[in-house]
Nanobody
Framework: VQLQASGGGLVQAGGCLRL?????????????VGWFRQAPGKDREFVAT????????LYGNSVKGRFTISRDRVRNAVFLEMTDLNPEDTAVYYC?????????????????WGQGTQVTVSS
């Protein structure tokens, strides 16, 4: 598993962004994939996760109802659609793959991490 996150940028409050996480390895992935974020001076926070076949999802309380995680197994990619963004969403966003089919919300279940992508929301 070799992950790469992209799609971050600067957006105004109330705006939206779509993050992508691709697996550059040419093998199909049976891993769950999650998104985490880390704001300056804060611990890394669970955002969302999706099961290997896209059937199970879980969201952090702070993003529930605003963010949507989805998966395209043909393109070996996972997406995080973020709407109604606010300055508290500013962070570096990381995607990670679990060993199991569904990783859950704990970082300890994700041994494979991509580099982060910066999301900045201005007020």
């Amino acid at each position: 598993v070799q992950l790469q996150a992209s799609g971050g940028g600067l957006v105004q409050a109330g705006g939206c962004l779509r993050l992508s996480c691709t697996n550059s390895k040419r093998t199909s992935s049976n891993n769950g994939v999650g998104w985490f974020r880390q704001a300056p001076g804060k611990d890394r926070e669970f955002v969302a996760t999706i099961g290997w076949n896209g059937s199970g999802t879980l969201y952090g309380n702070s993003v529930k109802g605003r963010f949507t995680i989805s998966r395209d197994r043909v393109r070996n990619a996972v997406f995080l659609e973020m709407t109604d963004l606010n300055p508290e969403d500013t962070a570096v966003y990381y995607c990670a793959a679990s060993r199991s089919a569904f990783g859950g919300s704990s970082e300890s279940q994700y041994p494979y991490w991509g580099q982060g992508t910066q999301v900045t929301v201005s007020s």
